[in-house]
């Protein structure tokens, strides 16, 4: 058959095709040999050159010469002659020519001559650069050409290829690569003088791989040559240069010689290969390594020689074998976990169930692959008589991956089995050494049945288990039996040496050589190299007593396969502990350490017996279940809406019962810290709790079932004794090596299967892209009835490109038939909505854009346009563009076309492709998107293979959420068998690969071919005389195909014989080129066509001339009898055709026809899923989803409801009410009838209206938004929030879904609308977390915060710890402000006085909407402030600024320091100075905001505290400006006891929040009746009072006034200033048990809010501001702002030369954006939201 048909085309191909190439090559060596001889001839005349040249001009000093006086005079005359001649001009040389009649070589006055050393250094250095900088853009791709130009410049670059060709010949017999004087010499301006072309005008090739590969290796360079290239990257046609060099060496002398082969070596070595120039992973990429070069070369399938295990050949045994095992792994073996594609959730296996019928054809298409070498293409549509029905393609597939499954098994099992062989052959030697003496104890001998066993294993698990038996037992014997079998090698290598006669001298090399081969290939086995446990329990023979336990692992093993006690244990008469008496040693000094010893080795034995794992295996697999629980992190991660949720808690879930990708949604999981699950056999009682943790205890053991086999049923207590060591070494086998080994592989396995599961719908969903066909107009559209819109030559596609937002410009452009480019247009502001229009410009320059898109489609005329699509703006962009084509209709009778959507993830990834850049470098990237878009709606297989590349870009493409998950090597290889299977069907044109180089990629995927074949095979055709594949035959004959690949691939390269018919060819043209009919039934074909035009056969009828006759009129066809046909085509050994036979016929009928699916326009769903990018999965009913408020829905009254309209009075205000839109300031009812006329009237509001993240409108009615009744939805969400909402209906056509944002519905805790849970979902290990999160709330609910829904860069829904940490990575002076603990109407604020010193000040706040709200009025201290931005600026600041300048103060003691520590500093210092007062101020950690100033006048140190107030330093009741004033004043007055305060303060604990009103403690005042005050303070006039309060430095609180006497805080009060600022907290001196009245510094004035706590007691102000009234001189938040930001940059300026150790904070620092993104409901844009209040309760 095919072997014939290629046998027949070969003797073919011996005629006039081999002459001409014969002829050419002979040429090309004649010419590269008169390219050497001119070569040689032009280094001949440098070297004259250089002689007669030297020292004619040289800038350098001359040395003396040493010559002597005869050659000194010899060099004066020559040097005269060329002083004589280089003073001839052009005249003198013309008519030196003349008389002479011949050219002479003119000489040229030098100037300066270069250092041919230096040229050559830079020369060397830059030769790598340059060779980069000349093919960098075009040298390592897959693609065939470097970009794609319009067709009127190919046409003038293939002129001018025409002609630089021409003049190929005359140009390199002239040519020489090495460099004459020339290139040596300059003129001033270092230029060379007259420079020779020094390449000739070579072809330059339209194939970029090939054009890549002349760069580097020259003009005459052949692909082929690539293997001429050695190790070191020599060339071997250098050699045959030396060759002829040596061959002429005699008539040289040694400094002629010398010379030439520098020459010669230089030479060489300038000329660089390919794999000197790349580095290997560049060569790689692009297939130019010599491992693809070997690819290439082989006749051998490519995808065959790339897989990991090659296809070998295999006699008619292994091929039943093969196919049995096949059959049962593929066809018969369930899968662990179900797979099921139908959705029945059925155990099938992966590649369905089929009937045994299906061996035999599994048989043949396993001796197609392997012994034929025939690629699944091939079989499948050529072969289908040996595989269908039964077999599919996809069956093939797995066929072929098990097939190399196969072999990569039975090559273990072979190594292995030589390895037990080798094994026993040791033992045996060993035995025979003395055959009388008795085995070693515990020594197992290896029999035929370990033998039998190996070789009968079916998996590599079982293989395994082998392994593990074999290292268990001889792992310690194999260095020994190497080292044996390395001895009889060296013998037998020695007695063969002796035998010969030879000298052993030689030969004792090569056994030493062998033996180190041998050596390296016995250490590749991977053996334990160190030693275990098991080995030192063997070295301490303890094996003896192993013995004694009454059964072996292998009894043991046959009693677990048969289910029954087939081998009774043996019992041992002795005692275990007497027994293990006798193997005590100093390693094992006890009886019960020996047992355990023996107990740890019958368990390592039993765990590493084959039956044992391989029974216990199938039954843990059958039985095995998993219980999985939530980690703390992923209590709060896996909410609803996460993959994992339905089994967050599991208990008990069999493993058979999952499927799809669950378990490894769970993995994923679990590596991403949220989930921990085990696997057990036996299922777990949650009503028996164990462990701390009550942790479900097991409730059935396997264990127990299988003890029994292992068990001697009596009651002797000797046997009950070893009964109990048996019991135990089970359990250890169990629990400690066989479950933890099962786990290992049942994962492994059920990740594989999950794996494999999406890697299938990765493939499926590509196929549902590649397998449309491409876009037809459909009989409705009446366009071909025009001229201009003839679609013969295709269909022209207009793309439409566009960003939403307007950022970048938008991008029209149209391809023809052939997917080429012919124009684009580029539309800057055609995405500017309405919206949008700034100005009347704008508007201007849009309508401009839309007039230009419009006249663009007028002119270029294209059938359909396709507009990409990831938005729901798309919607529009289609509307406006169906609106241009409407106008276009009317206005100039344009047809109506179609516009489509059309999916922009290929485009987008197209567009950013290393391709892309390539094919269109000067195009924008939107520009390609529109050319990738216009390409998709025309083909889409051929778009999607753009991505097929070495940079493998087609796993950009998103085709399942889990696909980052999956191997990526399996992946791809996947998706691009799917290639393979679509192509091979469709079949490729490969002359229009040829010509549209966009669509080359398809080649690759050609049966038979593949990356490197499929780019050789283009570049082969191009360098053709014509570049075009005339038949099929070509690709034998020209093409360099064998005979195998030719057979697997010809089939599916299909020819357009009507085109070169056309074009006028001399070559025969196969009109069955053009069909799917592969070559090897030509002959039968052409019976066909004979048969069914009843033409004699006794006459000369042309078969060729038949066939077009049938293809014209096929219908003959249908009378031809093809069974019979078939039977005499299988009578004559041509096997079995009928299915073939049919196949022509079909094929005759209709050539090529395209069987893709049509294309249709994308339904209201797919355009849903194209627009929003949401699917089933992850857009569905019930769903929890965010949206914010964009208005109140309103429903309009009709004119009959206007009528019927009952306007209702309110009584208490007299006004009405409209009864629809609910306004209700109305005087007079007209006025409300007047509303309606008007046509003011919004309607009644009947919903809010939400827009979701993806962009969809969403729409929750007003009984849906609260579980109470809602009259006006403004009374319970205000426009901008952020809202929480289930979806309740999806409505698809219309965008928009139905939501509900009700708290039993959020809530949901009748399941209604969450997804459902597992059936093994562990319900009580959720209330048990549940309970535990609330009793953990509840203990931190003394202590923790409501979170607040504030709007401010400085404020953090924190606590104060996280308020800690977070401030101690900021500079000093830095401020949080963070919900407080003490109630809703708090805020703590914590600024950072220093390292590891926080203060913390309560903010008291008034006039709150909410309890999330901020109030509009914010107290510290009494002293109100606007906005957080004011206190920041004035409480903050200011305080932060003065801790500032005495922190960098120069006798400030930074670090922890106690007064102890002080105390010792100051001791040291009075001791170096006694005359001097030592002082140091340290910060205070006790009093946060305070400072320690200790000084020590005399032998005993003082201790006193320094306050930071915004005011400045408060020390003794006096309030200092700056620090110098501070520690002047201090120097003068340290001892001045009037200024000492009475108490000292007490150290009391840093509170989170003070818990106070104010941050300072209350002031006592000793001996002094608070009663007698506040009599005095009353009879006071205010002015009075006042001034006393001023004078005191203290507020009207009187607090200043008990400061002067020097009161202190009682213990247990936080202060803010020692001595002098009360607060609160304390009983104040009004009354008992009110609050203290915060006091304020002495520049602030009287609080605006402030009444006195005790009627009568003091008059209020004359003048109160009240609160709707702004004060005087305030400010709002950003005048605030501003004026942190003013202070922050002066202070900044002023600190550089004081405080050099902080910068001032300043607005910019304070206004950051918070870290914390948890805040609900906050809408954009900033302020307060309110949410849903009842709901919050």
Same mark, same amino acid.
């Given at each position: ?6 046998d027949r085309?070969?003797?073919v191909?011996?005629?006039?095709e081999?002459?001409?190439v014969?002829?050419?090559t002979?040429k ?5 040999s008169?390219f050497? *001889?001119?070569?040689e ?20 000093e001359e040395e003396?010469a040493?010559d ?7 060099g ?11 003073n ?11 008389n002479l009649?011949?050219?002479?070589e003119?000489k040229k006055?030098f100037?300066?001559i270069?250092r ?11 030769d790598?650069?340059d ?6 853009n075009e040298?390592?791709?897959?693609d ?7 067709s ?26 090495d460099s ?9 301006? *270092?230029?060379p003088i007259?420079p020779?072309?020094?390449?000739p ?10 054009q890549?590969?002349q760069d580097?290796?020259?003009v005459d ?5 690539i ?11 250098d050699?045959?240069?030396?060759d ?6 005699d008539?040289l002398?040694d400094?002629?010689?010398?010379e ?8 060489r070595?300038?000329?660089k ?5 790349y ?12 491992f693809?070069n070997?690819?290439?070369?082989a006749?051998i399938p490519e995808?065959?020689?790339?897989r990991?295990v ?5 006699d008619?045994?292994e ?5 049995d ?23 099938e296996?992966?590649?369905g169930?089929?009937?045994s019928?299906?061996v035999?054809?599994?048989r ?6 392997r ?10 549509h050529?072969?289908?008589?040996y595989v269908e029905?039964?077999l599919?393609? =996809?069956d093939l597939?797995l066929i072929?991956?098990f ?5 990569q098994?039975?090559?273990r099992? =072979?190594?292995l ?5 080798n ?8 035995i025979m050494?003395?055959?009388d ?5 515990g020594?197992r001998?290896?029999n035929?049945?370990d033998?039998?066993?190996?070789i ?14 074999f290292?268990?037992?001889y792992s310690?014997?194999v260095p020994n ?13 020695l ?5 010969d006669?030879?000298d052993?001298?030689?030969n004792?090399?090569?056994?030493e050589?062998?033996?180190?081969l ?13 030693k275990?446990?098991y080995?030192?329990c063997k070295?301490?023979?303890?094996i ?6 009454g059964?072996?692992?292998e ?5 677990l ?7 009774e244990?043996?019992?041992y ?6 027994a ?7 390693r094992f000094?006890?009886s019960?350490k020996?047992?355990?010893a023996?107990?740890?080795m019958?368990?390592k034995?039993?765990?590493?017996d084959?039956?044992?794992r391989?029974n ?5 697999f059958?039985?095995?279940h ?6 703390r992190k ?6 609803e809406?996460h993959?994992?949720?339905?089994f967050k ?28 699950f ?12 164990t462990?701390?943790q009550q942790q479900p205890a097991t ?5 127990d ?6 068990h001697?049923?009596e ?13 135990t070494a089970?359990?250890?086998a ?24 999406i890697?299938?719908q990765?493939?499926h969903?590509?196929?549902s892209w590649?397998r449309?066909?491409?876009y037809?107009l =459909? ?8 001229e201009?819109?003839d679609?013969?030559d295709?269909?022209?596609?207009m ?5 939403a937002?307007n950022e ?10 052939d997917?080429?480019?012919t124009d684009y247009?580029?539309?800057?502001y055609?995405?500017?909505r309405?919206?949008e229009?700034?100005s009347?410009n704008?508007k201007?320059l849009r ?5 230009k ?9 294209p059938h359909v ?5 990831d938005?729901i703006?798309?919607r ?12 276009l209709?009317e ?6 076309i179609?516009?489509e ?8 990834v197209?567009?950013?492709s290393k391709k ?7 195009y924008p ?8 878009l216009?390409?998709?709606l025309?083909?889409p297989?051929?778009?999607?293979s753009?991505?097929?590349t070495?940079d ?5 493409i998103k085709?399942?959420?889990l696909q ?37 990629q ?13 780019a ?5 055709l ?9 038949n ?5 004959q020209?093409c ?5 690949v030719f057979i697997?691939c ?8 009507a085109s070169?018919?056309?074009?006028g060819?001399?070559t ?9 009919v ?6 039968w074909?052409r ?10 056969e006794d ?17 003959k066809?249908?009378d031809l009898d093809?069974d019979a046909?078939?039977?005499?085509l299988?009578?004559?050994?041509m ?27 994308p339904?209201?769903e797919?355009?849903f899923?194209?627009?929003?990018g949401?699917?089933?999965?992850s857009?569905?009913?019930g769903?929890?989803?965010m ?5 109140v829905?309103r ?9 019927q309209?009952?306007p209702?009075?309110?009584d208490?205000?007299g006004?009405?009410?409209?009864p ?5 300031d109305f005087?007079?009812?007209s006025?409300?009838?007047n509303h309606?006329?008007a046509?003011?009237c919004l309607?009644?509001?009947?919903g809010i209206?939400?827009r979701?993240?993806?962009g969809?409108?969403?729409?929750v ?5 609260s579980?109470k009744e809602?009259?006006?939805p403004?009374s319970?969400?205000?426009i ?6 289930r ?6 056509e219309?965008?928009?879904?139905d939501l ?16 459902p ?7 009580e290990?959720e209330?048990?977390?549940?309970r535990q ?9 003394r202590?923790?915060y409501?979170k607040?829904?504030i709007?401010?860069p400085?404020f953090h829904?924190?606590?104060?710890r ?6 101690s ?5 830095e401020?949080i402000?963070r919900?407080?603990s003490?109630?809703n109407?708090?805020?703590t604020?914590t600024?950072?006085v ?10 008291r706040?008034e006039?709150?909407?909410n309890?999330?709200s901020?109030?509009h009025?914010?107290?510290?201290n ?5 906005d ?6 004035r409480?903050?600041q ?5 801790a500032?300048d005495?922190i960098n103060?120069?006798y ?13 500093i100051?001791?040291?210092e ?15 950690k ?5 400072f ?10 003082f201790?006193e505290?320094?306050s930071?107030?915004?005011?400045g330093?408060?020390?003794r009741?006096t309030?200092f400006?700056?620090v ?9 007055h340290?001892n001045d006891?009037s200024?000492?305060?009475?108490r000292?303060?007490v150290?009391?604990p ?11 403690g209350?002031?006592?005042?000793p001996?002094i ?6 009599r005095?303070?009353a009879?006071?006039s205010?002015?009075?009072f006042?001034?006393?309060?001023q004078v005191?430095?203290q507020?009207?609180?009187?607090g200043?006034?008990?400061a002067?006497?020097g009161?202190g805080?009682?213990?247990g009060?936080?202060?803010g200033t020692?001595?002098?600022q ?15 009245q915060?006091?304020?510094t002495?520049?602030?004035?009287t609080?605006?809010?402030y ?14 501001p ?5 004060r005087?001189?305030?400010r ?14 002066s202070?900044g300026?002023q ?7 902080y ?11 918070s870290?914390?993104?948890n ?15 009842d709901?919050w309760?």
């Amino acid at each position: 058959m095919a072997d014939q048909f290629f046998d027949r085309e070969a003797e073919v191909s011996d005629g006039s095709e081999d002459e001409e190439v014969r002829k050419e090559t002979s040429k090309s060596s004649k010419r590269r040999s008169k390219f050497e *001889d001119s070569e040689e001839e032009e280094e001949e005349d440098e070297d004259q050159l250089r002689e007669v040249m030297h020292d004619l001009i040289n800038d350098e000093e001359e040395e003396p010469a040493e010559d002597s006086d005869e050659e000194q005079v010899t060099g004066r005359k020559r040097q005269r002659e060329d002083d004589l001649e280089e003073n001839l001009d052009d005249e003198d040389y013309d008519l030196i020519e003349e008389n002479l009649g011949r050219r002479i070589e003119r000489k040229k006055k030098f100037r300066r001559i270069r250092r041919l050393e230096d040229d050559d250094e830079d020369e060397d250095k830059n030769d790598g650069q340059d060779d980069r900088e000349a093919i960098a853009n075009e040298l390592f791709n897959d693609d065939e050409d470097t970009g794609q130009q319009p067709s009127n410049v190919r046409r003038d670059r293939s002129d001018r290829e025409a002609i630089d060709d021409r003049f190929a010949e005359l140009s390199d017999s002239g040519r020489s690569d090495d460099s004459d004087e020339d290139n040596f010499i300059v003129d001033d301006d *270092d230029r060379p003088i007259q420079p020779r072309v020094r390449k000739p005008k070579s072809q330059r090739f339209t194939d970029e791989a090939l054009q890549q590969a002349q760069d580097i290796f020259g003009v005459d360079f052949d692909f082929d040559e690539i293997q001429n290239f050695d190790e070191t990257g020599a060339d071997y046609d250098d050699e045959e240069e030396d060759d002829d060099y040596e061959e002429g060496g005699d008539q040289l002398d040694d400094t002629q010689r010398s010379e030439r082969s520098k020459r010669k070596s230089k030479r060489r070595s300038a000329r660089k290969s390919i794999f000197e120039i790349y580095e290997p992973s560049e060569l790689e990429r692009s297939h130019l390594t010599r491992f693809d070069n070997d690819i290439r070369n082989a006749d051998i399938p490519e995808r065959f020689q790339l897989r990991s295990v090659p296809v070998t050949p295999c006699d008619e045994q292994e091929l039943t074998d093969e196919a049995d095992w096949v059959y049962d792994n593929v066809f018969q073996q369930n899968t662990i976990s179900v797979q099921d594609e139908s959705g029945e959730g059925k155990h099938e296996p992966i590649g369905g169930r089929k009937s045994s019928h299906a061996v035999p054809k599994i048989r043949e298409a396993l001796r197609f692959i392997r012994n034929e070498l025939l690629e699944v293409p091939f079989i499948i549509h050529y072969r289908k008589e040996y595989v269908e029905p039964e077999l599919t393609v =996809s069956d093939l597939w797995l066929i072929y991956k098990f097939d190399e499954k196969w072999c990569q098994l039975q090559t273990r099992k =072979s190594n292995l089995s030589q390895l037990y062989r080798n094994m026993q052959a040791y033992q045996t030697e060993q035995i025979m050494k003395d055959p009388d003496a008795p085995l070693p104890e515990g020594m197992r001998l290896i029999n035929d049945v370990d033998i039998e066993r190996l070789i009968s294993v079916k998996t590599f698990e079982e293989l395994r288990d082998c392994w593990l038996h074999f290292q268990l037992y001889y792992s310690s014997d194999v260095p020994n039996m190497k080292k044996e079998i390395l001895r009889k090698e060296r013998q037998r290598k020695l007695n063969e040496t002796q035998t010969d006669g030879e000298d052993g001298g030689g030969n004792n090399t090569v056994v030493e050589d062998d033996e180190l081969l041998m050596n390296s290939k016995m250490s590749s086995m991977k053996l334990a190299q160190r030693k275990d446990t098991y080995t030192i329990c063997k070295e301490a023979n303890i094996i003896g007593l192993v013995a004694k336990f009454g059964l072996t692992p292998e009894q043991f093993g046959e009693n677990l396969r048969d289910n029954y006690q087939r081998h009774e244990v043996e019992q041992y008469p002795v005692d275990p502990h007497e027994a293990a008496h006798d193997y005590i040693c100093h390693r094992f000094p006890t009886s019960d350490k020996v047992l355990q010893a023996a107990t740890f080795m019958v368990a390592k034995q039993i765990s590493s017996d084959p039956i044992v794992r391989k029974n216990m295996r199938s039954t843990y697999f059958e039985r095995a279940h998993l219980h999985a629980r939530p980690t703390r992190k992923g209590i709060k991660e896996i909410d609803e809406n996460h993959p994992c949720y339905q089994f967050k808690y599991l208990l008990n879930k069999p493993i058979i019962d999952f499927g799809g990708d669950q378990f490894l949604q769970i993995m994923i999981a679990k590596t991403d810290g949220l989930i921990e699950f085990e696997i057990t056999i036996d299922k777990l009682d949650m009503n028996a709790m164990t462990g701390q943790q009550q942790q479900p205890a097991t409730k059935h053991k396997y264990y127990d079932e299988i003890k029994q086999l292992y068990h001697r049923d009596e009651f002797s207590i000797n046997v009950q004794q070893w009964n109990h060591q048996r019991a135990t070494a089970l359990e250890i086998a169990l629990d400690k090596f066989l479950y933890p080994s099962f786990e290992k592989e049942l994962k492994t396995k059920l990740m594989i299967e999950a794996q494999e599961a999406i890697i299938n719908q990765c493939v499926h969903r590509l196929s549902s892209w590649i397998r449309v066909a491409p876009y037809q107009l =459909s009989p409705e559209a009446q366009i071909e009835e025009d001229e201009e819109f003839d679609t013969r030559d295709g269909i022209r596609v207009m793309g439409l490109a566009f960003v939403a937002n307007n950022e970048n410009a938008s991008f029209a452009a149209v391809v023809d038939g052939d997917g080429e480019v012919t124009d684009y247009v580029k539309l800057e502001y055609f995405m500017l909505r309405k919206a949008e229009w700034v100005s009347d410009n704008e508007k201007a320059l849009r309508e401009k854009d839309v007039d230009k898109l419009k006249k663009f489609i007028l002119n270029k005329k294209p059938h359909v346009i396709g507009v990409g699509c990831d938005t729901i703006i798309t919607r529009y962009v289609i509307d406006d563009i169906k609106a241009i084509v409407a106008e276009l209709n009317e206005s100039d009778q344009f047809p109506q076309i179609a516009v489509e959507y059309v999916d922009n993830e290929l485009s987008t990834v197209y567009m950013n492709s290393k391709k892309a850049l390539i094919d269109f470098h000067n195009y924008p990237p939107h520009l390609r998107q529109a050319i990738s878009l216009a390409r998709r709606l025309q083909d889409p297989l051929i778009e999607y293979s753009q991505l097929c590349t070495a940079d493998e870009e087609i796993l950009c493409i998103k085709y399942h959420p889990l696909q980052e998950h999956l191997p990526r090597d399996e992946l791809l290889n996947s998706l691009y068998l799917e290639f393979v299977n679509q192509v091979n069907e469709l079949g490729v044109d490969i002359n229009r690969s040829i010509v549209h180089p966009h669509t080359s990629q398809l080649v690759q995927f050609i049966g038979g071919l593949g990356p490197r074949k499929g780019a050789y095979l283009i570049r082969t055709l191009k360098k053709q005389q014509t570049p075009l594949l005339e038949n099929r035959t070509q690709l034998v004959q020209n093409c360099n195909i064998g005979k195998v690949v030719f057979i697997n691939c010809a089939g599916f390269i299909k020819i357009d014989t009507a085109s070169l018919s056309d074009s006028g060819t001399d070559t025969y043209i196969e009109v069955l080129d053009s069909t799917r009919v592969h070559p090897e039934a030509y002959e039968w074909a052409r019976k066909m066509a004979v048969d069914a035009l009843e033409y004699d056969e006794d006459n000369d009828t042309n078969p060729a001339q038949a066939l077009e006759e049938i293809i014209e009129n096929p219908e003959k066809l249908k009378d031809l009898d093809l069974d019979a046909f078939a039977e005499e085509l299988n009578r004559q050994g041509m096997g079995l055709k009928t299915i073939t036979l049919y196949d022509i016929r079909s094929e005759l009928s209709n050539r090529y026809k395209d069987h893709r699916i049509p294309y249709r326009p994308p339904n209201a769903e797919e355009i849903f899923k194209m627009l929003t990018g949401e699917t089933h999965d992850s857009f569905y009913t019930g769903k929890l989803v965010m949206g914010r408020v964009l208005r109140v829905a309103r429903r309009k009254p009709k004119s009959d409801q206007l009528d019927q309209a009952n306007p209702v009075r309110n009584d208490e205000t007299g006004l009405w009410m409209c009864p629809f839109c609910s306004k209700s300031d109305f005087p007079e009812l007209s006025d409300v009838w007047n509303h309606f006329d008007a046509g003011n009237c919004l309607g009644q509001a009947v919903g809010i209206m939400v827009r979701l993240d993806n962009g969809l409108m969403g729409l929750v009615t007003t009984k849906l938004i609260s579980d109470k009744e809602v009259t006006d939805p403004l009374s319970r969400v205000t426009i901008g929030m952020t809202i929480h909402c289930r979806i309740v209906k999806i409505q698809v056509e219309k965008f928009s879904v139905d939501l509900t944002c009700r708290t039993s519905d959020l809530t949901d805790s009748n399941f209604q609308w969450r997804p459902p849970r597992d059936k093994d979902f562990y319900y009580e290990a959720e209330d048990k977390d549940v309970r535990q999160e609330e009793q953990h709330k509840k203990r931190q609910g003394r202590q923790s915060y409501v979170k607040r829904i504030i709007v401010h860069p400085a404020f953090h829904n924190i606590d104060f710890r996280q308020a800690e940490k977070l401030l101690s990575t900021m500079d000093q002076g830095e401020a949080i402000i963070r919900p407080s603990s003490k109630a809703n109407d708090h805020l703590t604020l914590t600024w950072k006085v220093h390292n590891g010193v926080h203060h913390h000040i309560d903010i008291r706040e008034e006039g709150k909407d909410n309890a999330f709200s901020l109030g509009h009025e914010l107290y510290i201290n009494n002293e109100s402030y606007e906005d957080l931005d004011e206190i920041l600026a004035r409480y903050v600041q200011p305080m932060a600024s003065y801790a500032r300048d005495i922190i960098n103060y120069k006798y400030f003691k930074d670090g922890d320091i106690k007064r102890e520590d002080m105390d010792r500093i100051l001791k040291e210092e009075k001791k170096k100075a006694p005359s001097r007062i030592p002082y140091f101020v340290s910060v205070s950690k006790e009093f946060p905001g305070k400072f320690l100033l200790s000084y020590q006048p005399n032998l005993k140190s003082f201790h006193e505290f320094i306050s930071v107030t915004p005011d400045g330093f408060r020390y003794r009741n006096t309030t200092f400006r700056s620090v110098p004033s501070l520690f002047k004043w201090f120097k003068i007055h340290f001892n001045d006891r009037s200024t000492f305060p009475q108490r000292t303060p007490v150290a009391t604990p840093v509170m989170r929040t003070p818990a106070g009103q104010s941050s300072h403690g209350s002031i006592a005042t000793p001996n002094i009746d608070p009663q007698a005050i506040q009599r005095a303070a009353a009879s006071m006039s205010n002015q009075v009072f006042n001034a006393l309060s001023q004078v005191a430095g203290q507020t009207p609180s009187f607090g200043g006034a008990a400061a002067a006497f020097g009161g202190g805080p009682p213990p247990g009060h936080s202060m803010g200033t020692p001595f002098g600022q009360g607060g609160g907290g304390g009983r104040n001196y009004y009354g008992q048990g009110t609050s203290m009245q915060n006091m304020m510094t002495p520049t602030m004035s009287t609080p605006r809010n402030y009444q006195p706590t005790t009627p009568g007691s003091m008059p209020p102000p004359q003048h109160i501001p009240t609160s709707s009234h702004q004060r005087p001189g305030s400010r709002s938040g950003s005048q605030w702002a501003n004026l942190a930001a003013d202070r922050g940059r002066s202070g900044g300026q002023q600190q550089q030369q004081r405080t050099p150790h902080y910068a001032t904070p300043g607005a910019s620092s304070q206004m950051s954006i918070s870290p914390n993104t948890n805040t609900p409901n906050t809408a954009r844009g900033g302020g307060d939201q309110t949410p849903l209040v009842d709901e919050w309760n």
